[in-house]
Structure formats: structure tokens, C-alpha cells
């Protein structure tokens, strides 16, 4: 009997595809199931080491869509999730707004009702856990302040309101049904597998094909880099440890 049969949504992309990874190898008696609609940004090519592991799953999902959502749930007798499946990029927010309301809201909505309907109250050994975005706390101030788990949301844009949406309905999945759940914020990731559209990744093309180096603004703004293999070990430790309902 394998112990778990976890869910990993949006397992193609960037920060998935690591923890799918790490997953599938450091826990061979694991089932590890990767959900990913195979958008832009998912790429199977970054999981060709592991795909034919015997407790790897791939299926191809939106998570808008409940029915089948439910039926993966019900074929793999999913336990756990861990929610990475999200829409990130902040530019291609403010131009379709529509789009991440309905992947980011809609999409963890989705997920939670199916989790909740399978798991019909019975959450023993049960955990819903959704990775988030430090954007939701706004923008820090140049006092040397930093964001806590306890800073005010103030989203300033469709991306990082859509996240901070997403992040309320988990919290209120646990209030209202006692689903267990975890909620963590993490700050800008980069590495290996991270599609172009991002600032490193970006730059680093832009540099060797000799073009302009795009700054946002004036160039004034700080930004905080996690090491995306540091944040898949560090979402390993929160899953298996982490306090239910925290943040």
C-alpha cells in the first residue's frame, strides 16, 4: 500500500516541475500525480527523468474543469494537494485580467470543492496545501521593513489580486469545513526550467542576442530571488511538517 497519492497541480511548469521531481524521487512510496493543462509556460521536456517512474502520473487538466477534476481525485484516491497551478505573470495580468480571475479564483475553488466532496469530512491524513505569492502583501516601503505572515494584504495588481483572492477562499475552506490546509507566500523564484518571459531568464537571453535590457519603471524597485530547488525543499518540509491553518 503506498502511504500517499498527492496531487501536485500545475507539475509541468517552473516551480512544479521541481517539486514533482523531488517528490516522485525522494518518495518512491508515494503516488505523485501532476496536473497541468500544459499551458505557454508547462512542458513535459522538464520531467522526462522521472516519467516513467513507477509512482509518476501525468494527467493533462484545467483546473476550471470540476468534472474532471473530481474523476482524477476519485481514479487516484488523492490525499494531499499541493497547489502550484496558478497564472503568475503580472504584465500579461493587466492586459487580460479575465483570465487570471478565472485560472487563479476559479481554478482553487475548483479544487477545493473537489477535494472537499471527495474527502466527505473525513480530513484525517488529509492536507490541502496552496503555494502563494508575496505580491498579495503589496509593495515594502525603503525603511528595511520586510513582509511577515501577518503583513496586511494590499494587492496592486489582477495577478497578485487574484492570488490574494485564492489565498481567502483556502483559509476559508479550513474555517468553514475544517479542511486542512497551509498557505505559504514565497517571494520571486529562478532557475533551471523557468520560461523566458521572466526578469532573469529574460535578461540573460536579451544579453547574449544583444538586446535592450527591459527595467520596469525606473528601475528603482527591489525585488527578493528564492532559489527555486531551495523553495521545492522548503515546500517538502512545510508539507510533512507544517502547522494546519497556518500561513
Known amino acids: 500500500m503506498q502511504k500517499k ?19 516522485t524521487k525522494k518518495y518512491p512510496d508515494y503516488k505523485i500525480v501532476n496536473l497541468d493543462k500544459l499551458t505557454y509556460a508547462g512542458n513535459l521536456e522538464n520531467l522526462k527523468d522521472i516519467e516513467n517512474l513507477p509512482n509518476y502520473a501525468f494527467e493533462k487538466c484545467d483546473i476550471c474543469d470540476a468534472e474532471k477534476v473530481a474523476k482524477i481525485f476519485e481514479n487516484h484516491n488523492i490525499d494531499s494537494v499541493i497547489h502550484l497551478a496558478a497564472e503568475s505573470h503580472v504584465d500579461r495580468s493587466i492586459e487580460d485580467p479575465l483570465c487570471f480571475a478565472r ?12 477535494a472537499k466532496n471527495f474527502w466527505k469530512g473525513d480530513f484525517n491524513g488529509r492536507l490541502f496545501y ?26 496592486h495588481s489582477p495577478y497578485s489580486a487574484s492570488k490574494a483572492s485564492s ?12 479542511m486542512p490546509t497551509i498557505v505559504t507566500n514565497c517571494s520571486n523564484n529562478y532557475g533551471p526550467y523557468q520560461f523566458p518571459e521572466k526578469l532573469i531568464p529574460l535578461f540573460i ?25 531551495d523553495h521545492a525543499r522548503a515546500i517538502d ?11
Do not use: C
Open 5 to 23: 497519492s498527492i496531487l501536485i497541480t500545475g507539475g509541468a511548469g517552473f516551480i512544479g516541475s521541481h517539486v514533482v521531481r523531488l517528490f
Open 103 to 114: 485560472t487563479n479564483v476559479l481554478g482553487t475553488l475548483t479544487l477545493l470543492n473537489a
Open 130 to 155: 496552496h503555494i502563494s505569492t508575496d505580491e498579495v502583501y503589496g509593495s515594502l516601503n525603503n525603511d528595511g521593513s520586510f513582509f511577515t505572515e501577518t503583513t496586511r494584504y494590499t494587492p
Open 237 to 247: 518540509m512545510i508539507f510533512h511538517n507544517g502547522k494546519i491553518a497556518e500561513t
Open 167 to 178: 489565498d481567502h477562499f483556502v483559509r476559508a475552506f479550513h474555517d468553514t469545513y475544517g
Open 205 to 229: 537571453n536579451n544579453i547574449r542576442k544583444s538586446k535592450p535590457l527591459p527595467v520596469y519603471g525606473k528601475g528603482e524597485n527591489i525585488r527578493d530571488w528564492l532559489f527555486v530547488e
